[in-house]
Structure formats: C-alpha cells, structure tokens
C-alpha cells in the first residue's frame, strides 16, 4: 500500500501561515491530478486546492487569495502554503494523489495532518 507522507501541521494565530508538504513514499509514475482536502468536525471534506498535471490551479472560494497550491517535480513533493489563517480554517487536511503510485491506478489519499487556528 503506498503511502503518502503529510507533514507541517499545528497550531498557529490567526493572521499566521504555515505550510504543508505532501510526498508519495513510493514510486509515482504518472498523475492526473493532486490536491488538498480538508475536513472540519461536523462537516464534510471540501477541496482546498488541487493542481493538475499541466500545471493548471484550482481554489476554493474560502481560501482564494490566501493558499497556495504548488509542487516540486524533482522532489515529488507537494504543498499548501497557507496564509492569513483564520479559525474558520481549522480542520484535519488531507492530500490526495491521484494517479498511478506503486504501480496502482487510484485516489490516494494521506492520513491527514491537523491545521488549529487560534482567535
């Protein structure tokens, strides 16, 4: 089962940043699409932010302006660089990868880091 490895989580100030990062523990070959997701208590998961293949980015309405979706080919690793947090923003975040990963075609998913905003 391949594994996609989450780090850069915690507890920040409103007003703070942080910033995610998200890499495949094994070997990815191809991808359509990775992203970060993220879900409060109580309510559904919500796309964040999610950037294709060819480089093209999407946001959600709540965090336009503020987050940033990039990715670094020669590291195979993504990130979020989260700014102007708000508590609203607090949530566990999860990135997801999908694409072929140890040789399996699917939506992979991370095990989620935990993103607190104090007021």
């Known amino acids: 089962q391949v594994q996609l490895v989450e780090s850069g989580g915690g507890l920040v100030q409103a007003g703070g940043s942080l910033r995610l990062s998200c890499a495949p523990a094994g070997r990815m070959t191809y991808f359509n699409v990775m992203g970060w997701y993220r879900q409060a208590p109580g309510k559904q998961r919500q796309l964040v932010a999610d950037?294709?293949?060819?480089?093209?980015?999407n946001y959600g309405d709540s965090v336009k302006g503020r987050f940033t979706i990039s990715r670094d080919n020669a590291k195979n690793t993504m990130y979020l660089q989260m700014s102007s947090l708000k508590p609203e923003d607090t949530a566990v975040y999860y990135c997801?990868?999908?694409?072929?990963?140890?040789?399996?075609?699917?939506?992979?998913w991370g095990q989620g880091t935990q993103v607190t905003v104090s007021s």
């Open positions: 950037i294709t293949s060819s480089g093209r980015t």
């Open positions: 997801m990868i999908s694409g072929v990963l140890g040789g399996q075609f699917a939506d992979h």
